[in-house]
Every structure is written in structure tokens, then in C-alpha cells.
Antibody
């Protein structure tokens, strides 16, 4: 069955760039049926959507993070990645990757629910 | 973008029902068909419980049901069991800025 696994440094210094990768196993990231997303959860707080990407490279980003976020996909490695620049302590969180459904509305993609999640990885921003 | 509004907490005794609301606007909950609900136990990843307002993924008990009226979606857990004690989040596409939004979260306690 499909599984997702996040990987990357657990500690990042303030002002530096957070980089994470989500490796997909048991399925092909190049499927035309899904988007692939990143979600984070600060300690003791709720879920926050960061952004989503299609295998072709089409991306959607959270407007509040858009200036600092880059999500990319590598179908040859069956993984997708997150880069968040200029991090501060407020970016300390558990970061999840997940497979996302989508549909079309008036000819444009509409993001849907996250059906399969990775286990999450804790990233702490601290000097 | 603003998070969808959920009550911070809800509770019920074993066997009873609890309903959680998720209030948005016509640009998110009210405007799109894929409103979803997730269950999250402490230290675990969220698990999809309801998608497209009323559909249950394979393996989710039929004690979990969803509905929507206007800009408010609801999750009902019937026949509460101890393992239903968890945090629950709703989510929806937000068309006004081509983004996706989660609810504020509701902690369900089984008394």
C-alpha cells in the first residue's frame, strides 16, 4: 500500500532554510490523479496547510507563507520536497507530507482532502 | 486566509452522540463539495475520517457521519467509544485565493 516518509534535519538555525523531502513508496508520484501536499503543526496547536504540488510541477501555496516556500517534485526519485526560507522559532513544528485528491471546478483544479499521510517529522528552529 | 471555525471542545458519555460544527464562508465550506474531517490522536498523524462531506474511507466505522448546510459542515460521532477521544479537524478548499484551509480543531472527550 502507498506510504509516505518525511526526511530532513530536525534542527535548523534561525534565518536559514528548512529543507524536507517526502519519499513515496508503494505507488507512483507521477499519477495524474493526485496532488501532493505539505502540512505543519506547531507544538500544541492546529494544522496549517503549507502548499501542494502536482507531478507536472503545478503548485499552490498558503498565501501567508508563499514568499518563503518552494515545493518541488522529482518523479525519477518518486519524491517531492519542501524548502522554507528565513525560518524563525515560529516555524518550529511537526511537518507532514500527504497525498491529496483534487477535482475540477469551472475547468480549474480544486484541491481536495488528504487521504494518506506520512508519520510526520519534528523540526525545531533554534540556534 | 482564516481558519475554519470549530468549537474548542466537545464531550459525551460512552454510547452517546457528539456533533462538531465547522463554520466557514461561501468561498470555502459553502462553495465546494470536498469538505473533510480528520481524527488525530496525541503524537500521531491525522487520519481522514470523512471526505466530500459525507463519504467514509474504507475502514472508518459507520458511527462517523458528515453533513453540510450552507457554510457550516458537521461531524457526528454516534455510539461514542473510548478510542474516539481525540482532536478533530475539518478542512476545505478556499477558492478566493486558491488555497486550502483547516479548521481550528475540536478536542473530543469521552466522559
Amino acid at each position: 500500500q502507498l506510504q509516505l516518509q518525511e526526511s530532513g534535519p530536525g534542527l535548523v538555525k534561525p534565518s536559514e532554510t528548512l529543507s524536507l523531502t517526502c519519499t513515496v513508496s508503494g505507488g507512483f508520484i507521477g499519477s495524474s490523479s493526485y496532488y501532493w501536499g505539505w502540512i505543519r503543526q506547531p507544538p500544541g496547536k492546529g494544522l496549517e496547510w503549507i502548499g501542494s504540488i502536482y507531478y507536472s510541477g503545478n503548485t499552490y501555496y498558503n498565501p501567508s507563507l508563499k514568499s518563503r516556500v518552494t515545493i518541488s517534485v522529482d518523479t525519477s526519485k518518486n519524491h517531492f520536497s519542501l524548502k522554507l526560507s528565513s525560518v524563525t522559532a515560529a516555524d518550529t513544528a511537526v511537518y507532514y507530507c500527504a497525498r491529496q485528491s483534487y477535482d475540477y471546478f469551472w475547468g480549474s483544479p480544486v484541491l481536495g482532502s488528504f487521504h494518506i499521510w506520512g508519520q510526520g517529522t519534528m523540526v525545531t528552529v533554534s540556534s | 486566509q482564516s481558519a475554519l471555525t470549530q468549537p474548542p471542545s466537545a464531550s459525551g458519555s460512552p454510547g452517546q452522540s457528539v456533533t462538531i460544527s465547522c463554520t466557514g464562508t461561501s468561498s470555502d465550506v459553502g462553495g465546494y463539495k470536498d469538505v473533510a474531517w480528520y481524527q488525530q490522536h496525541p503524537g500521531k498523524a491525522p487520519k481522514l475520517m470523512i471526505y466530500e462531506v459525507t463519504k467514509r474511507p474504507s475502514g472508518v466505522p459507520d458511527r462517523f457521519s458528515g453533513s453540510k448546510s450552507g457554510n457550516t459542515a458537521s461531524l457526528t460521532v454516534s455510539g461514542l467509544q473510548a478510542e474516539d477521544e481525540a482532536d478533530y479537524y475539518c478542512s476545505s478548499y478556499a477558492g478566493s485565493n486558491n488555497s486550502y484551509v483547516f479548521g481550528t480543531g475540536t478536542k473530543v472527550t469521552v466522559l
